[in-house]
């Protein structure tokens, strides 16, 4: 049985006939096809095509078995006293994908809708989508207008074809250089956004828009996304290597697919998303993942559910690049060097309890990647103060009281400290700072040697701002000097300013920088006025507190002292 809404009689069958297309083993119909539950099929393999279960040769693991057993029982809600004591769980072992098959179209009251007339296939929207929700694609016209023709009612064949932009970039673009002009669309897939409206808040065209979710819409948009799923992959003569951000046009960036049990408008969820996409329309997924214990282990890893479509293991909170630097040697002993290993932690992991283990790392010379996603506060386990939080920041563990005003101590640099250590490439990035982010990741994965990169990751709880504002916060971060990108490349010379980059930030050779339509300086007690985590430093008339402004200080110290070391005072 379909549900009640506007589904076309002309298109019953098609969709009907999804319904109980693959039998699992045991007669029923495969969590991985149309069911009951989910007609259009919106909860499947496949970020832009639909794939099969990713298998696995091991002894210990059925992964038929695992997503049409446990994972479906989990779906339906009686896992808990339907299932029998679980191997998997002993095992602590998930497959690859299984997110993919979550169902998060209940969570929240509004959705984006795409505008065609406004868009100009920029890229942001999907790039920062931390849910894997927003999906782009682009067909030549022809191509497009023959997956067209076999949508055999005319009102859903209209209501497809609208969500077909003509872009400068796409389409005028190719139709200038003698080549057929291509059709750009933006969907969403409604069983993986969580609503945050992220995409709005990066779209500077007013190409989406959120509002309020009805059964009629929602049923529009499970069918949209469903043929959107079943034209076929993006038409790679449009897609411009060169330029980084159409990256997500290709299946192949897509390892860390949508269901991760993150918040909504997660910093840290489009951070592993970008690093994983770059990596993966690199190396395909043929590399791997090594987690410290925190945030992205969590939501990463809940059971069932897995996002990532590459090996993945998680460590202690205190001893992954340890644990990497085994898996490292295990590698090189198998010839498999040319395989890509990311060693990945919160600030907590790797500028703290875990500092040690990272240290050894980086002194080894091992060909090993370090993401560090810096929230400057342990946001797993409540918000407590780490070595990386700001001067003044109330958290726990460095509380805002009447006698002390949040955290008293000074910030560590661990992108400077890591550009201590022999032969390491380092780099500070955020996911708003978008070329800098992917050029930062692949140089990363080029590089000879111990990388480490350190990106600016927004945690809306703990920071007090709005699940839409990851990407604005990062790029107040920036603009603030709170967090300066920098990029160290061993091999461009012998000096510390040959190989220190401070490119990306603006007036590099200024203490601040100054809006240019405003003419206003803007500092660190700018930020700081954005986000709650620092609020109780400001009186009633605005004036900030002594101990922001000696964090103010500190910030600029900081940013003097790169600047220094860069050759630019």
Not at 12 to 28: D, N, Q, V
Not at 111 to 134: K, L, Q, R
Not at 353 to 373: E, K, P, T, Y
Request: proline share 5%.
């Amino acid at each position: 049985m379909l549900p009640a809404g506007p589904i076309s009689r002309g298109n019953a069958a098609r969709f009907e006939s999804r319904i109980g297309k693959m039998a699992t083993a045991h007669g029923e119909t495969s969590i991985n096809d149309a069911n009951a539950r989910d007609p259009f099929n919106n909860n499947s393999y496949g970020t832009l095509v639909d794939k099969e279960f990713i298998p696995v040769d091991l002894p210990v693991l059925d992964v038929d078995d695992f997503n049409e057993r446990i994972i479906k029982g989990y779906e339906d809600g009686g896992a808990e006293k339907g299932l029998p004591a679980d191997l998997s769980v002993a095992r602590s072992i998930i497959p690859a994908g299984t997110a993919t098959l979550r169902d998060f179209s209940y969570v929240a009251p509004e959705i984006p809708i795409y505008i065609t007339e406004n868009c100009t296939g920029c890229m942001d929207c999907v790039t920062e989508c931390p849910d894997t929700a927003i999906l782009g694609k682009v067909l030549a016209e022809s191509d497009l207008n023959k997956e067209l023709e076999k949508i055999e009612d005319a009102d859903d064949r209209g209501m497809f074809e609208a969500q077909w932009s003509k872009t400068r970039k796409y389409y005028d673009g190719p139709q200038k250089k003698g080549k057929e002009g291509g059709r750009f669309s933006i969907l969403i897939d409604p069983s993986k956004c969580k609503g945050c409206a992220e995409c709005v808040t990066v779209c500077d065209d007013r190409a989406l828009k959120m509002v309020p979710k009805s059964e009629e819409l929602m049923t529009s948009i499970r069918k949209s996304h469903r043929l959107f799923k079943d034209v076929g992959p993006s038409d790679d003569s449009y897609v411009n290597d060169n330029v980084l951000i159409d990256m997500m046009l290709k299946e192949d960036s897509f390892m860390y697919v949508g269901g991760a049990g993150s918040c909504a408008g997660c910093g840290e969820g489009t951070a592993l998303r970008m690093m994983c996409a770059a990596t993966g329309v690199t190396y395909g997924d043929r590399w791997g993942i090594v987690a410290a214990t925190g945030c992205n282990t969590v939501y990463t890893s809940t059971y069932p559910y897995n996002p990532y479509l590459v090996p993945w293991t998680n460590s202690l909170f205190e001893n992954a690049p340890a644990d990497a630097m085994g898996v490292r040697a295990r590698w090189d002993q198998l010839g498999w060097d040319d395989h890509p290993l990311w060693c990945i932690g919160g600030d907590g992991a790797m500028f703290d309890i875990g500092f040690q283990s990272l240290s050894r790392l980086l002194a080894s010379g091992m060909n090993v990647n370090v993401f560090v996603l810096d929230t400057q506060v342990y946001s797993n386990t409540g918000g407590q103060a780490s070595t990386s939080t700001y001067t003044g920041q109330n958290t726990k563990m460095s509380v805002h009281g009447k006698a002390i005003g949040g955290k008293q101590e000074l910030r560590k640099e661990i992108a400077q400290i890591a550009m201590m250590h022999p032969r390491t490439f380092v780099a500070q990035t955020t996911c708003a700072h978008v070329n800098h982010f992917y050029k930062s990741v692949l140089r990363a994965m080029e590089f000879d040697g111990p990388s480490l990169i350190n990106c600016y990751t927004t945690c809306q709880p703990e920071h007090g701002v709005a699940d839409n504002m990851a990407m604005d916060q990062a790029k107040m971060a920036v603009d603030t000097r709170a967090f300066p990108l920098l990029v160290h490349d061993p091999d461009k010379g012998d000096s510390l300013r040959e190989r220190l980059s401070l490119q990306g930030n603006p007036s590099m050779k200024e203490d601040w920088w100054k809006n240019p339509k405003s003419g206003e300086t803007v500092d660190f007690i700018d930020f700081c006025r954005s986000e709650g985590r620092f609020a109780k430093h400001f009186d009633r008339d605005g004036n900030p507190s002594e101990t922001l402004l000696r964090a103010q200080d500190d910030r600029l110290g900081n940013w003097r002292l790169l600047q220094e070391l860069a050759g630019l005072r």
